[in-house]
């Protein structure tokens, strides 16, 4: 069965930059899209950033769009995900997830989304932006 590891994650100063990786592992089947979604204390699960492996077309949130990249290597065993220009409303835990089948990045990064739409989560990883 698919396991999704983030890791990198930790604290920073406003305006400072934290690049997160995620292994994937197990998926026999291979996968489609990978997501990063982040929550604060208090607050719903928001989806950052998705691949689509199809055509590697990436799609953001718009709070994070042009300072956050999400990217994979050449196996696309790990996803990554390089944050700049870091604010305090970026504190959260970061994780990473995938679906059994195909599912829509764009829907994704639209607004805030369950932990039932998608099989395969990490535990995740706290970023921590704070003067």
């Known amino acids: 069965e698919g396991q999704l590891v983030e890791t990198g994650g930790g604290f920073v100063q406003p305006g400072g930059s934290l690049r997160l990786s995620c292994g994937a592992s197990?998926?026999?089947?291979?996968?489609?899209?990978v997501a990063w979604f982040r929550q604060a204390p208090g607050t719903e699960l928001e989806g950052v950033s998705c691949i689509d492996f199809s055509d590697c077309e990436t799609f953001y949130t718009d709070s994070v769009k042009g300072r956050f990249t999400i990217s994979t290597g050449s196996d696309r065993n790990t996803v990554f995900l390089q944050m700049t220009g870091l604010k305090a409303e970026d504190t959260a835990i970061y994780c990473c997830?995938?679906?059994?089948?195909?599912?829509?990045?764009?829907?994704?990064?639209?607004?805030?989304?369950?932990?039932?739409?998608?099989?395969?989560w990490g535990e995740g990883t706290q970023v921590t932006v704070s003067s």
């Open positions: 997830a995938s679906g059994a089948s195909p599912f829509p990045c764009q829907v994704v990064v639209a607004g805030p989304i369950s932990k039932r739409a998608l099989e395969y």
């Open positions: 197990g998926f026999t089947s291979g996968y489609h899209q």
